[in-house]
């Protein structure tokens, strides 16, 4: 059953091991030696937000399944809530019949997610038992329902799954899963749906909702600690920077979240590219001429890395240092 959420993104913070981060001010972007480049840009925005972070072995754990608990605990967080919740700790959550101790470190998230509808638990069972399930793995489906409901800020009509997963295709919040296993985003969502989401995948989600859609990005700036929406530039201007094989020209435009860059190039064999600032990577690996998203935000005379790489997206053709122009 499906019976939860009404307002936010879903990530993952385990308490008993994972770094707190309030939602008053981003984190500080943290590099975790788990995370592959196809995940970097994802993981430093979930990260750099408190979305998601890391463990106190230093790893962010793509891997790992991610429970009930930890998803009603980032959904309180990013309503920016968590004040609230840390008022009520050593509360018993006694609306759920499974309820934690009174000590327990999720109680107050709980508490605050069902007194503001975000996330209620299933259905009253015939003794009037409402359950939460707390140690459950939260499935994929539950993770982008509970996306959905925040960005839209409402419930959908329809069975569930089902139409949750079609609205979820055509606001494209798997997009990213998509692109990095090959797959459609139905095909993910018949086969992977029902099962449990993983941290990495959760990420992907979210990272896709905060900067793909207009909702997302208001809900990052609020995240963000800015106040008000940025309108983008009508015209972008390109100035090319390149050398004697070949030119790379970036254009940057602001965004409600981050800011929009474009990389186009002559190089030969270059299909694709990804913007770094020094080492880190702050965008995901984009098609040449395709506009993408990079965090934190840049202006115009500002400079960034691109690394153009062949059509598998990993073998590099070339890297530069680049002037952004708009």
């Known amino acids: 059953p499906m019976n939860r959420v009404l307002k936010v993104v879903a990530a993952a913070l385990m308490m008993m091991c994972l770094v707190s981060a309030p939602l008053a001010a981003a984190a500080a972007p943290r590099t975790f030696p788990d995370v592959g480049p196809e995940l970097e840009a994802v993981v430093a925005l979930v990260s750099r937000l408190g979305i998601m972070v890391g463990y106190d072995d230093g790893g962010f754990h793509p891997d790992r399944p991610f429970i009930r608990e930890h998803l009603g605990t980032v959904v309180v967080r990013l309503r920016g809530l968590e004040p609230e919740a840390k008022a009520l700790a050593g509360t018993v959550a006694s609306m759920y019949a499974d309820a934690r101790p009174a000590d327990w470190w999720s109680?107050?998230?709980?508490?605050?997610?069902?007194?503001?509808?975000?996330?209620i638990g299933d259905a009253p069972d015939?003794?009037?038992?409402?359950?939460?399930?707390?140690?459950?793995?939260?499935?994929?489906?539950?993770?982008?329902?509970?996306?959905?409901?925040?960005?839209?800020?409402?419930?959908?009509e329809g069975p569930w799954p089902g139409v949750y997963r079609?609205?979820?295709?055509?606001?494209?919040?798997l997009r990213i899963v998509?692109?990095?296993?090959?797959?459609?985003?139905a095909g993910i969502l018949s086969e992977l749906?029902?099962?449990?989401?993983?941290?990495?995948?959760?990420?992907?989600?979210?990272?896709?909702?905060?900067?793909?859609t207009v909702e997302g990005q208001a809900l990052a700036r609020t995240l963000e600690g800015?106040?008000?929406?940025?309108?983008?530039?009508?015209e972008e201007e390109t100035v090319a920077v390149g050398d004697e094989r070949g030119i790379i020209s970036a254009t940057v435009s602001s965004a409600m979240f981050g800011c929009v860059v474009t990389v186009t190039t002559n190089y030969t064999g270059a299909r694709r590219y990804r913007v770094f600032d020094g080492a880190t990577a702050v965008s995901l690996v984009t098609e040449l001429g395709s506009p993408t998203t990079v965090f934190p935000a840049r202006q115009a005379g500002g400079q960034v890395t691109v690394r153009l790489y062949a059509d598998d997206g990993v073998t590099v053709i070339v890297e530069q240092l680049v002037t952004l122009t708009g």
């Open 166 to 173: 079609e609205k979820a295709v055509e606001m494209g919040l």
């Open 126 to 156: 015939a003794q009037g038992r409402r359950f939460f399930r707390p140690s459950d793995d939260a499935s994929l489906d539950e993770v982008l329902t509970i996306t959905i409901r925040v960005l839209l800020g409402q419930k959908l």
């Open 193 to 212: 749906g029902p099962r449990r989401a993983s941290r990495g995948e959760i990420a992907e989600v979210i990272y896709t909702a905060l900067t793909g």
């Open 178 to 185: 998509a692109e990095r296993t090959g797959r459609s985003q």
């Open 226 to 234: 800015v106040a008000g929406p940025v309108e983008p530039e009508e």
């Open 107 to 119: 109680n107050g998230y709980l508490i605050v997610a069902f007194n503001q509808g975000l996330m």
